[in-house]
Nanobody
């Protein structure tokens, strides 16, 4: 499956951004989806994950209550709504896909998008 992330940009602290990730190539609904991010000088970290049918969602503690992951299988797209942005949310955000049951742990993702930059100013 091919993944294309978009929607990044410059946001202000306290503001909102929404990321999208469009999938193609294979049956989107056959995959659990995740969002990850990598800040400069830091390792990539898990942000959020959603099950194949959208029935379950999981979040990193750092974004819980501020970010919401969702998906539209009819549009082959997964979203990340980011509210109450903080400067520490600045990173490149990646979407990823897996069919593995470990998706909620942030491990075992097989397909990755190219990333979209999010910069939050204070």
């Amino acid at each position: 499956v091919q993944l294309q992330a978009s929607g990044g940009g410059l946001g202000q602290a306290g503001g909102s951004l929404r990321l999208s990730c469009a999938a193609s190539g294979r049956t989107f609904s056959g995959y659990h989806m995740g969002w990850f991010r990598q800040a400069p000088g830091k390792e990539r970290e898990f942000v959020a994950a959603i099950s194949w049918n959208g029935g379950r969602a999981y979040y990193a503690d750092s974004v819980k209550g501020r970010f919401t992951i969702s998906r539209d299988n009819a549009k082959n797209t997964v979203y990340l709504q980011m509210n109450s942005l903080k400067p520490e949310d600045t990173a490149i955000y990646y979407c990823a896909a897996t069919a593995r049951a470990t998706y909620y742990t942030g491990r075992g993702y097989d397909y990755w998008g190219q990333g979209t930059q999010v910069t939050v100013s204070s």
